[in-house]
């Protein structure tokens, strides 16, 4: 056993106090910036991102099983970031006050767009 997890594991603190500690301080700094990043993410640079938050979920956990985090119900890193992604991505199209709104394009006329090839 390694020597984190013998300090981690010295205190008796209750499984959802981890838990919550690692929703509100580690998880942040994996997450931090993740919809401008993550899609340019590489299979390896997701694979460990996602390893850390094994690991983490392993100590938390202190058994052997396989998926600790669906245990401990801590969806994957890269469902969090396409939902975060989603999500902004919806702030700038609907939020007129929003600052990255101004830099969008005009909507197109329906006049106009009706009378397209391709009015789709």
Known sequence: MSQANKK???PVVP????VYYYE????PVLEYASPVWHISLTADH??????AQQWACH???GDGNTDNCALLRLE???ER???QSREQFQQVMHNSYYCLHTLLPPKRDNFITSRLRNAE
């Open 8 to 10: 981690l594991k010295r």
């Open 15 to 18: 499984q959802h106090n981890i």
């Open 24 to 27: 509100a301080g580690i998880r």
């Open 46 to 51: 997701a694979l460990t991102l996602e390893s």
């Open 59 to 61: 100590i938390i956990a």
């Open 76 to 78: 994957t890193l890269a």
């Open 81 to 83: 970031h396409l939902t």
